[in-house]
């Protein structure tokens, strides 16, 4: 895995430039980044299918979306990725236990939670990227489900193609994923590099919390 | 001869790969196999056919992933037709006298309570809906297989075992590490399943026969039943995320030939193995010696991921979880403050503790409810295997039946009618049961009574098939101070389980020293002795040094802590916490202030000697908070420093109370906190009850995924004037609006503001809420508005 950035984690916390850090809270992330460390447990899973564009509608082995977003994301690709990870469900026990003896740890886990589960995703970006140059072909940023105006029943579809229950990751009635800590995407696959905004600034969500500036 | 008369007597076999097939055949991402039996009829018959033809003695029908969660519309046709179909097959490969077939059950693809949001029940009942239609047309055996989660597997037993009496064969999926996705372990998927009295116990997926070796000798070392091991054809490979295996036939039987000098019954393949694999497999075991399973004594108690032995060194048993003289603790059990209880065990946990002793009797409370929540809660927080410590036999049958693991259970005594209860629960759900040897005429003065008792309570046990080794014989300890010779009518029981039953043994320690003065001298000391007369489970508070002085210097001295590992790393470091003390000097302002915790308790403690509590919480405490509040709300402070104040402050404030016990603490209002319904993450919500209850809130907190009406009775019950509401997604905050709505409905004086990740004042307007606060501190300041202004109307 990808060496976890603690700037990150400070981010999700809400942590600003001009911001003083005083020394116990330092310790105390450190601390916590180790911790999770030991009950991380990894896991991906992902598919590589054909893909349509008609319009707004994108359609990928049985399913058909109706997005603009996506749609915009795809633009040009034949085909697609579909992929889901997580880091596994020993975070959400960790994170459960701090909450009745620390609220302060159990916060600093969620952002190093989500920075890890971040980690994981780049690293499977990059091996697919490379993957994809040995048959000259690029990739578009990741594009994930509830995203711009993209439904999270797309989340049914991916637990059905990828079978995600396989490696851990289930979803609730309400759609949430268990692990929290999983994230799932597609990232479609062009053969024309492209310059594409990815990351926040492909996002409409302005009033974001976590956006970066 | 059926098959449960041949398992474990001489090689059986199972058979191979499935879905694998079918996908060479064209199956499609997402398409689901059970379709098949439909629309390609031939094509499964087929497989069932090649499998018996090559030699398979069990086939599964091709029932996997039937499930009415999947298949809610035609379940009773995927089905059966799917056992109709490997009937056949067996009929057409000539198999109808030594062939088997499995109703094959899979994982249901939900996770289960509390980590997940399937209730155990129901998925106890989704099993059992398969099985019934099964059973219609007749099926040999049952197999749950690739089980990621131990929890999931109890429920398809409980499910099969109660609907028919076929025998039930569990295999469970390891990662490269040994473990189950849920976190369990070889050894406690052993003892799991065989207090569950399954009839074979194995492993199958996921990994290739050569990576499955260490996870197979582990459960072999761990278990007396049959072992089944159904490996893949080696690790997947995969081409675009599509797996596929490379392992050719030799190479797999080559394996399987390693496997097969273990003491293994069944063998078969999984994905990527094919009726050629299974040939193979047996043509290889025409020439090898079978090894049938030999019987083990083992004492393991479970949870979900950790297995504790009894028998090797002595367990720890925590004792705090327990109403009995604890005054906060039973004002927790009333006020239903699960927190309380949980940080109790976590305390425990921390101090080390091995197993947690779980007792939540009171008269005014319903014990089964309680305990089963509390039960259930703890195994969400610790991977402590837990001692279900309750009299009550519904409590106890309801407790075990929802636990997960193999509990330690407390207990059963040497009375008829006792007995005639406890053992059926034992004997259905598998349990280590305390036996405390007292019968009808009392508590026996002397160690030969006692013993003749444990005896009787063995026999009896056996008739329910509950092994010896899942007794643990209390010493039962007597007030010392009452008969100066009890303490050595214990020992002497000790010694007598140990050397004449060669059985466990257990104490609850501290009753020696009722009634004598500095009662943890000797306490520590009859632990010591109990230890070194063979005493294999104390029950005692870990929090005491003492106890644990006892207990790690003992492990020390009798070559059973390697390396002084433990001894040195409970030690090692004390000179240093003595050096550190000087920073208690800080005032209790600046404790707060830079988030604290243990400096603002003693600074509390200090300030306490010169000023009262009240003014110690106005001049410093308040003032310290109002500080770091500010500074979050200008950006200059971000939030785990706001957070490590206020559990600073919680620190202190608990100081206080602890000072002015007896003086009626007056609250600033109460308000109830909520995460909606089917929100199952809630830490904002937490975060904002830290910061309510340190501004002097009372808070009555509801948990997550709460339904609207659990919101509005509450409010109604308590007469609450301010409800705090937590939607984390877009598709839950239908179910904030619908709460508001049903409040306005039938508490109309009742305030609500909300919060969390998608809330926006726009959709707070929207559904309809009274106001809406971006953060904990604007919580606060919003229920100031609502109280400060009441009070004056009042």
Redesign the interface.
């Known amino acids: 895995m990808k060496p976890i950035r603690k700037s990150e984690i400070?981010r999700y916390?809400?942590?600003?430039k001009?911001?003083?850090?005083?020394e116990?809270?330092d310790e105390?992330?450190d601390q916590c980044i180790d911790e999770l460390k030991k009950v991380i447990?990894p896991q991906f899973?992902?598919?590589?299918?054909p893909v349509k564009r008609v319009d707004d509608t994108i359609l990928i082995?049985?399913m058909s979306i109706n997005s603009k977003a996506l749609s915009k994301n795809l633009e040009g690709c034949n085909e697609v990725?579909l992929?889901a990870a997580t880091v596994?469900?020993?975070v959400?026990?960790m994170?459960?236990?701090v909450?009745?003896?620390?609220?302060?740890k159990?916060?600093?886990y969620?952002a190093t939670g989500a920075e890890m589960v971040e980690c994981v995703c780049d690293d499977l970006n990059d091996k697919l990227k490379e993957q994809a140059k040995e048959e000259h072909l690029y990739l578009k940023p990741r594009f994930s489900p509830?995203y711009g105006d993209t439904s999270?029943e797309l989340q049914k579809?991916f637990?059905?193609?990828?079978k995600m229950?396989?490696?851990?990751i289930?979803?609730?009635?309400?759609?949430?994923m268990?692990p929290?800590k999983s994230v799932t995407a597609f990232i479609g696959i062009t053969d024309y590099p492209q310059k594409s905004v990815s990351g926040c600034k492909a996002c409409d969500k302005l009033?974001c919390p976590s956006r970066k500036e | 001869m059926s098959f449960k008369e041949r398992l474990g007597k001489e090689w059986l076999f199972w058979d191979g790969g499935f879905g694998s097939i079918l996908q060479e055949w064209g199956l499609?991402?997402?398409e689901k196999p059970e379709y098949w039996n439909l629309q390609h009829p031939e094509k499964i018959l087929r497989i069932n056919r090649e499998y018996f033809e090559a030699g398979s003695d069990v086939v599964n029908a091709n029932t996997f992933g039937a499930n009415a969660l999947r298949f809610p519309d035609n379940l009773k046709e995927i089905v059966q037709s799917a056992v109709r179909l490997a009937k056949k097959a067996r009929k057409e490969a000539h198999r109808e006298e030594d062939g088997y077939i499995a109703l094959d059950l899979g994982?249901t693809?939900?996770?289960l309570e509390p980590?997940?949001?399937l209730p155990f029940e129901k998925a106890v009942n989704l099993y059992k809906e398969v099985i019934g239609y099964a059973l219609e047309i007749g099926v040999d055996l049952i197999l749950i297989e690739t089980m990621?989660d131990a929890y999931e597997a109890k429920a398809a037993v409980l499910a099969a075992k109660e609907s028919c009496d076929l025998p039930v064969c569990v295999t469970v999926t390891f990662?490269e590490k040994g473990?189950l996705?849920?976190?369990g372990t070889p050894e406690s998927v052993v003892a799991l399943l065989e207090g569950l009295k399954v009839d074979a116990i194995g492993v199958n997926c996921s990994l290739g026969p050569k990576q499955m070796i260490p996870f197979i000798k582990r459960m072999i070392n761990s278990s007396s039943l049959p072992i089944i091991v159904n490996p893949n054809a080696g690790l997947p490979k995969s081409k675009?995320?599509?797996n596929y295996y490379d392992m050719t036939s030799e190479e797999f039987v080559g394996y399987m030939s390693e496997i097969a000098d273990l003491e293994v019954a069944v063998l078969g393949g999984c994905c990527g193995t094919t009726p050629e694999y299974i040939k193979g497999l047996v043509d290889m075991c025409k020439t090898k010696p079978f090894h049938p399973p030999v019987k083990k004594h083992h004492s393991v108690v479970t949870s979900f991921s950790q297995s504790v032995e009894i028998g090797k060194k002595p367990v720890i048993i925590g004792e705090r979880i327990n109403p009995t003289g604890k005054k906060k603790f039973k004002e927790a059990l009333k006020n239903h403050d699960i927190?309380y209880i949980?940080?109790q065990g976590?305390q425990q946990e921390d101090a080390g503790a091995h197993i947690l002793d779980v007792n939540v009797g009171l008269p005014e409370i319903n014990e089964a409810d309680t305990l089963v929540e509390v039960m259930s809660q703890l195994q969400?927080?610790?991977?402590l295997p837990l001692q279900i410590d309750t009299g009550d036999f519904e409590a106890m049958e309801r407790s075990l039946r929802l636990y997960n693991g193999k509990a330690m259970l407390n207990s059963v005594n040497g009375k008829q009618e006792i007995m005639d209860h406890v053992f059926p629960i034992v004997a259905k759900y598998g349990a280590v049961v305390v036996a405390l040897p007292l019968d009808e005429s009392g508590i026996p003065e002397i160690s030969e009574k006692r013993i003749e008792i444990a005896k009787k309570i063995y026999k009896e046990a056996e008739k329910y098939g509950i092994s010896k080794d899942d007794i643990v014989i209390d010493g039962l300890a007597m007030t010392v101070s009452s008969d100066s010779s009890s303490a050595l009518v214990t020992l002497e029981t000790l010694r007598r389980i140990r050397d004449e039953l060669q059985g466990h043994s257990i104490l609850g320690v501290s009753n020696i020293s009722f009634g004598l003065p500095q009662r943890k001298i000797i306490n520590s000391h009859f632990l010591t002795m109990a230890m070194h007369d063979g005493l294999s489970c104390a029950i005692i508070n870990p929090n005491a040094q003492d106890m644990m002085n006892s207990y790690r210097a003992y492990n020390a001295l009798t070559n059973q802590d390697e390396n002084f590992n433990e001894y040195i790393s409970a030690y090692a470091d004390v000179k240093t916490e003595t050096v550190k003390k000087a920073v208690s000097e800080m005032s209790l302002f600046d404790s707060v202030k830079?988030?604290?915790e243990k400096n603002a308790a003693a600074a509390t403690k200090e300030g306490l000697k010169e000023r009262d509590g009240l003014t110690l919480i106005n001049e410093e405490l308040i003032p310290a908070l109002d500080e770091v509040g500010k500074g979050f709300e200008n950006?200059?402070?971000?939030?785990?420093?706001l957070?490590?104040s206020?559990?600073a402050a919680k620190a202190a404030f608990a100081v206080i109370k602890e000072s002015m016990k007896g003086v009626e603490t007056e609250s600033k209002g109460k308000i109830i906190l909520a995460t909606v319904k089917?929100?199952?993450?809630?830490?904002g919500k937490?975060?904002v009850k830290?910061m309510l209850e340190n501004y002097g809130y009372d808070i009555i907190d509801l948990g997550k995924d709460v339904a609207p009406e659990v919101i509005v009775d509450t409010a109604i019950k308590n007469d609450v004037r301010l409800v705090g509401l937590s939607a984390?997604?877009?598709?839950?905050v239908v179910n904030m609006e619908e709460t508001i709505r049903q409040l306005r409905e039938k508490k109309p004086d009742t305030l609500v503001c909300v919060g969390g990740a998608v809330m926006?004042q726009d959709y707070a307007d929207q559904i309809g809420a009274d106001a809406y606060c971006k953060d904990a501190m604007e919580t606060v300041h919003y229920a100031d508005s609502v109280f400060i202004k009441n009070e004056g109307e009042k």
């Open positions: 400070l916390l809400g942590y600003r001009d911001m003083e850090i005083n116990h809270t105390l992330i447990n899973v992902y598919k590589r299918f082995e049985g990725y992929f596994g469900i020993g959400d026990q994170i459960r236990r909450e009745i003896t620390n609220m302060a159990a916060a600093i969620q509830g999270l579809d637990e059905r193609l990828l229950s396989e490696i851990g289930h979803l609730t009635e309400s759609l949430l268990v929290s009033d | 499609k991402a997402g994982p693809g939900k996770l980590l997940g949001d990621t990662d473990k996705l849920t976190g675009d995320g599509h927190n949980l940080s976590l969400s927080v610790t991977a830079r988030g604290l950006g200059s402070i971000f939030l785990p420093q957070l490590m206020a559990e089917g929100d199952v993450h809630d830490i937490n975060i830290v984390l997604m877009t598709t839950t926006t």
